[in-house]
């Protein structure tokens, strides 16, 4: 009997997972000696309920944060937020300008052309991960294949 509750559990914890979808994840290089660089991807959420992306990590720097930019007038303020809503049946982008990761204490600059690995913890879904290309210093946008 605990074999099969087992087995319903993780096969909900699957279903959950599969309504997340993260796509395009990308990062921009950086310059030598470069101790924080920015993270951007888009979140599919195709189920009935909303989930929130409560944390992210990587290997490749001591922590991650999810920052938020906002306009005050003229000034443009970035700030940091505990978690990031991702709607029911709907899309969360993390872009240039916007909302984005950043990732903080670099273990080495970030090199064009190299990929690593972003964990993202979500309160429905658990844990994705997801691979990250390194595009050029100056990419402003996606790049679709």
Same mark, same amino acid.
């Given at each position: 009997?605990?074999?099969? &509750?087992?087995? %319903? ?5 699957? @279903? ?7 796509? #395009? ?5 950086? /310059? /030598?000696?470069?101790?924080? &660089? ?10 009935? $309920?909303?989930?929130? %992306? ?15 930019? #906002? ?8 700030? $940091? ?5 991702? /709607? @029911? ?18 273990? #080495? /600059? %970030?090199?064009?052309? $190299?990929?690593?690995? %972003? ?7 658990? =844990?994705?991960?997801? =691979?990250?290309?390194?595009? &050029? ?9």
């Amino acid at each position: 009997m605990k074999w099969i &509750a087992t087995l %319903l559990f993780f096969l909900c914890f699957s @279903a959950l997972a599969a309504e997340i979808e993260v796509r #395009q994840p990308w990062a921009r290089a950086t /310059p /030598p000696g470069a101790k924080v &660089a920015a993270g951007y991807l888009e979140i599919r959420n195709s189920g009935k $309920e909303a989930d929130r %992306l409560l944390w992210a990590s990587t290997p490749v720097a001591k922590r991650v944060e999810m920052h938020i930019t #906002q306009r005050d007038g003229e000034v443009v303020k970035m700030r $940091e937020v505990k978690s990031l809503d991702i /709607p @029911a049946g709907g899309t969360r982008k993390l872009e240039p300008g916007g909302t984005h990761l950043m990732l903080i204490e670099l273990a #080495q /600059p %970030l090199k064009q052309g $190299e990929r690593f690995r %972003l964990r993202l913890r979500f309160e429905r879904a658990g =844990d994705l991960e997801a =691979d990250v290309e390194v595009r &050029a210093l100056g990419a402003r946008q996606e790049h679709r294949h």
